[in-house]
């Protein structure tokens, strides 16, 4: 049990990680009903846009002072990927049968994995990323934090409540709750709804690529199939904490990240459980924890009955 | 002088389905004209074309002398002409305050907004009292109140309600109809789509049959409510 603190730790900076980019998928779900598939891509094609940015600055620059610039040339990259997206390969699906856009992300995503692997220098294999020097920064008795670590414990809630404050208080952020809400009246209203989508797909980008250098910092490094496995556990994290919910994705992506890290530590010590712990399992439990959330509570932990809907 | 609201030879279809077969009306500025029928007659097919959220596949509309062929339907209502739609389409989620504002999304007169707000809120008491609460929680009849207020927030030349007495008890439907008396008394010209065609008539200047798709008959509200086929067939009397 001595180890809960720093697991808890742990699991809230992979929890954070997971959460941003379960915003992404969360938002434009809950404005087109379009589950992104390509949006672990988005979050690749940012830590490629990052990257590049700490490539071109001279290689004295300070990592403290580097991040703020590779935030924006991820974002960037992200964004315009994101945009050019949703306007050439998803509007002109928006009536065609649901499955239709569904397998236009998969094949996005693949596309974008290949197009990096074959163009960006050198991806071919992992890339390295900058990180931090120095050793974790010691909390209260053997409570650690990594360095890498803090970056997204301090972007990811500032990112959350800018959003938050801006969907709820600002008239474009009223005018995204109404087209989510119900897209033909949000038009009576005089809103653009087709800008409304692109914006939504934009801040998805936005907040892709401070998880790309969140998770860069992390691994020390990047590659082009990263994004596959994160966009999936941050799909899971969007759908645990009920799809449509901005504070939920966040909210999912917490639970998940902890359940990863308090799988890998204590269920080794489970008698007869050994072999089913350590990092190896973590992805096992991950998902495991999905299936019961949906048997028990079909629409995630924040999220509203469809029936409820009007 | 031109009409408000010219509508020449309109078609409209869903794929192949012709819901809208060539019809023709004119709205005058002040007036209140409805357009009755059955289900299916294609009176609701007629305002989402007129608001842009339907495409015509022939036929002119115009707004003010404007034709509004390829105008998008959320620039449609800054030209004055504001949808209440069938089934009332309040945004649940949003408080009642907050879908008020919505139906001023693009004015930029705060004063003026403020006072269209309480001008609501007179007309309809009961939304100022819950300004605060989730407009899912009212009741039908509530919500209609709610979708004819965030209507008039646009500070519309031409209010269409469609369906605004669908579903309410009659008491409540007493309410809407005295409603769209005064708003008529007070200059606002309405086009009205009822399936209650007695209280439809009776308060408009001028009404159309619909049957499917076309308009069989017109004349005053006062002729129309007076007339044998139209009794027969929407009045329930023999």
């Known amino acids: 049990m001595h180890q809960l603190p720093q697991t808890l730790v742990n699991g809230l900076a992979l929890g954070a990680l997971y959460g941003l980019i379960a915003i992404g998928y969360t938002m434009v779900y809950g404005i087109v009903q379009l589950i992104n598939f390509a949006h672990g891509e988005i979050v690749m094609i940012g830590g490629f846009g990052a990257l590049s940015v700490h490539l071109w600055l001279p290689a004295d620059t300070p990592l403290t002072a580097a991040l703020p610039l590779m935030l924006i040339g991820g974002a960037i990259a992200s964004v315009a990927v994101a945009t050019a997206a949703e306007r050439f390969a998803y509007r002109p699906l928006r009536n065609a049968p649901r499955l239709a856009p569904l397998i236009t992300a998969i094949g996005l995503s693949i596309a974008l994995q290949q197009l990096v692997w074959a163009f960006y220098p050198d991806a071919k294999k992992s890339r390295g990323f900058p990180q931090f020097r120095g050793d974790a920064f010691e909390l209260a008795g053997n409570i650690h934090i990594q360095r890498d670590d803090v970056f997204v414990l301090l972007a990811a809630p500032l990112c959350m409540l800018a959003l938050g404050f801006f969907v709820a208080k600002s008239r474009t952020g009223r005018a995204m709750q109404a087209t989510a809400q119900d897209p033909d009246t949000a038009k009576l209203m005089g809103i653009n709804t087709d800008r409304i989508i692109v914006l939504a797909f934009a801040i998805g980008g936005a907040f892709a690529a401070v998880a790309a250098v969140a998770a860069g910092l992390r691994a020390g490094q990047i590659n082009f199939e990263m994004g596959f496995i994160l966009g999936l556990k941050a799909f899971t994290a969007a759908v645990l904490g009920g799809i449509g919910n901005i504070y939920g994705a966040m909210l999912g992506g917490v639970v998940l990240g902890i359940a990863e890290a308090a799988a890998s530590t204590y269920i080794q010590h489970i008698p007869g459980m050994q072999q089913l712990g350590g990092g190896g399992w973590k992805d096992v439990w991950a998902f495991a924890l999905l299936i019961l959330v949906l048997l028990i509570r079909p629409q995630g932990l924040l999220g509203e009955r469809v029936a409820d809907r009007a | ?238």
């Not at chain 2, 012709?18 to 023709?24: D, H, N, P, Q, T």
């Not at chain 2, 309040?90 to 879908?99: V, Y």
Request: aromatic share 4%.
């Open chain 2, 1 to 238: 002088m031109t009409a408000l609201l010219e509508v020449d030879n309109l078609r409209v279809a869903y794929g192949k389905i012709e819901a809208v077969k060539g019809i023709s009306f004119t709205v005058e500025a002040g007036q209140v004209v409805t357009l009755i029928g059955t289900n299916g007659a294609g009176k609701t097919t007629t305002l989402r074309t007129l608001s842009g959220l339907l495409k015509p596949l022939d036929g002119t509309i115009r707004f003010e002398g404007r034709p509004l062929a390829g105008v998008p339907a959320h620039r449609i209502v800054a030209l004055g002409l504001a949808h209440s739609p069938e089934g009332r389409h309040i945004f649940p989620r949003l408080t009642i305050a907050e879908n008020l504002q919505l139906g001023a999304f693009l004015r930029k007169d705060g004063e003026g907004i403020a006072k269209d707000t309480q001008r609501v809120y007179d007309l309809f008491p009961i939304l100022g009292e819950r300004a605060r609460q989730a407009a899912g929680t009212l009741s039908g009849g509530e919500q209609q109140m709610l979708a004819m207020g965030r209507a008039l927030m646009s500070r519309p030349k031409l209010l269409m309600l469609d369906e605004p007495s669908m579903g309410l008890s009659p008491i409540m439907m007493q309410r809407i109809m005295a409603t769209i008396t005064e708003l008529r008394a007070s200059g606002t010209t309405i086009l009205l789509v009822e399936q209650n065609a007695r209280a439809a008539l009776s308060l408009a200047d001028r009404g159309h049959v619909m049957e499917i798709g076309k308009i069989v008959l017109s004349g005053t509200g006062a002729d129309l409510l007076h007339d044998e086929s139209v009794r027969k067939a929407y009045l329930g009397e023999d």
